[in-house]
């Protein structure tokens, strides 16, 4: 039986999810963000991080990771292409997706979260920064769109990867014009298609309902949860300032760098 730590909004959690359901698996799942659920989720990831997969006597911790997992244990259908070349390809996206793509996301995107409820305005210059940023990545992703439609001659873990970031452009006013983004679009609308990804679709629009529903969130709605990469990203445009008082006003928490194992 397969276990994943879940939360329905994570976009490593949606990655992982979609890899599941297109691989056909099933999995119970434990919304492991809720506030009733930490202590167990420190259980198997001591960084309180999700996804984190558990397979009988296997814990999986990182997204990649898992879906390497999933990927060596049940091979078909395969999430990665064939070929050395556009292996490297898929990964390479994957990363992007996972790092600097999620930071720049998660670094402007706090204050249109529906579990927090700031009465500040993000710091102007942070949007306008991290929009045109996620422009420049858009570009190189309009090119890397293949014949195939897809990022790597067929769907694959780039696309995976890249869908839930995508999908969440909109609220940021990062609007995808059809002129300079014809590839993009045609994949965006193709990936809404698959299977794997219209039942996460509905999930996270079913789990929003349930969770935000009543006015009431299950989740923290005070403190954030700042890793590496979205620090970095932070750091790289002059905030520090800004995150020290995030940090002093107790707004602002790392995880535990002590790494979860398998
Ligand atoms: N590198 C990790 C990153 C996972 C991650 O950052 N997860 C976030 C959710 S998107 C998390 O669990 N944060 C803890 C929290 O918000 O309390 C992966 O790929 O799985």
Redesign the pocket.
Same mark, same amino acid.
């Given at each position: 039986m397969l276990t994943l730590y879940d939360?329905p909004f994570? =976009?490593? &959690?949606r990655k992982v999810r979609m890899v599941l359901r297109f691989k056909g698996l099933q999995y119970g799942s434990v919304d492991a963000?809720a506030l009733a659920e930490h202590d167990r989720l420190v259980h198997v990831n001591p960084r &309180?991080?999700?996804?984190v997969l558990v397979d009988g006597g296997v814990t999986v911790?990182?997204? &990649?990771d898992?879906v390497s997992y999933l990927e060596d244990r049940f091979p078909n259908p395969a999430v990665l292409p064939i070929g050395p070349e556009l292996r490297a390809k898929a990964r390479r996206w994957q990363r992007l997706s996972?790092t600097l793509l999620?930071a720049i996301i998660h670094d402007i995107s706090i204050w249109t979260w529906p579990s927090h409820h700031r009465s500040d305005q993000p710091p102007r210059v942070l949007l306008e920064a991290g929009r045109r940023e996620l422009h420049q990545i858009l570009v190189d992703l309009e090119s890397s769109i293949d014949v195939s439609g897809f990022v790597c001659d067929q769907l694959s873990i780039a696309d995976f990867s890249l869908f839930p970031h995508v999908s969440s452009l909109k609220p940021l006013a990062v609007l995808l014009e059809e002129a300079a983004y014809p590839k993009l679009l045609r994949w965006n609308r193709t990936m809404r298609m698959q299977l794997a990804v219209q039942e996460d679709l509905e999930y996270v629009k079913r789990s929003a309902i349930e969770k935000f529903g009543s006015g009431q969130s299950p989740y923290?709605d005070e403190k954030?949860?700042w890793?590496g990469d979205r620090i970095e990203w932070l750091l790289a445009h002059g905030f520090q300032d800004w995150f020290v008082s995030e940090l002093s006003r107790g707004r602002a928490i790392v =995880?535990n760098p002590v790494q979860g194992a398998a």
């Open positions: 939360n994570s =976009p490593f &959690a963000l &309180a991080e999700v996804p911790t990182d997204s &990649a898992i996972d999620d923290e954030i949860v890793r =995880p």
